[in-house]
């Protein structure tokens, strides 16, 4: 079994503290890794993105044993998961891996076509609303913003489902981490037919199902074709 990077300094008042569905996440790329290993990316040098990536956990966990040639780049909009991620990563990698860190709203400042690999845990609880993002950086809503995705939990998600033909690179491979209250099978199939109306064709396959106290989750995972 592969080592779980440390993060046992940070603020976990500011940032996400890893959790049942971050290690699933981490299972996930552990499973993937022959996988992974084998694929045929466009580019010697996949670039792999985490949209929310929290304490670092995933992103440096895949650089570490999964795709140590990839170039990472892990986005967040909380100013602290920012600077977790860049101690993290050090900590655990030193000056090996290649990470860059950006502030910002899911993908929205990339370039399209250009991500081989996406990640993300989103936040998929479901709740009346999603929170306002927090200009303020002592804000004591950072942990609303990690968990909170609106009446169905899927109000982020959908935002990266509907531009993810459009993110990923040809053969680009996506990881999206759903909780049973999202009602995934539901998603795929509306998915599916919307991308059909689109021309866009997809592989979709459900890679990883676990009860995690309370709820089930799963991680889906797309390869954009
Ligand atoms: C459930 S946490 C997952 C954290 C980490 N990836 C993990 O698995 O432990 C969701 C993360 O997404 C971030 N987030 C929420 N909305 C976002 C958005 N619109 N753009 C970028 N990051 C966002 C939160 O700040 C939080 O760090």
């Known amino acids: 079994m592969l080592p779980t ?3 046992k300094d940070l603020d976990f008042e500011k940032v996400y503290e890893p959790a049942e569905d971050s290690f699933l996440l981490l299972d996930v790329f552990e499973k993937e890794k022959p ?3 084998s694929y045929k990316w466009n580019s010697d040098v996949p ?3 985490e949209i929310g990536t929290g304490s670092g956990v995933v992103t440096t966990f895949v650089n570490q044993h999964i795709i140590p040639q ?3 780049l892990a986005t967040d909009l909380n100013p602290h998961c920012c600077n977790a991620v860049l101690g993290t990563h050090k900590r655990n990698i030193g000056k090996k891996g290649n990470l860059q860190v950006l502030q910002c709203d899911l993908t929205t400042p990339l370039r399209r076509n250009q991500v081989d690999v996406l990640i993300f845990n989103p936040p998929y609880v479901p709740s009346e609303t999603v929170p306002e993002v927090a200009r303020d950086p002592d804000s004591e809503d950072w942990l609303d913003i ?3 995705g609106g009446p169905t939990g899927m109000d982020i998600t959908e935002k ?3 531009s993810l033909y459009d993110t990923l690179s040809r053969n680009g491979v996506a990881y999206i981490l759903f909780c049973a209250r999202n009602h995934p099978e539901r998603v795929m199939e509306n998915f599916k037919a919307k991308e059909t109306q689109r021309g866009n064709g997809w592989e979709i396959e459900c890679v ?3 009860k995690a106290g309370w709820e089930v989750l799963t991680v889906w995972r797309f390869i954009r074709r």
């Open 146 to 148: 990690a968990l909170l």
């Open 160 to 162: 990266v489902l509907d």
């Open 70 to 72: 990839g170039l990472f």
């Open 208 to 210: 990883q199902h676990r």
């Open 47 to 49: 670039l792999v993105v």
């Open 35 to 37: 996988w992974l290993e």
């Open 5 to 7: 990077p440390l993060t």
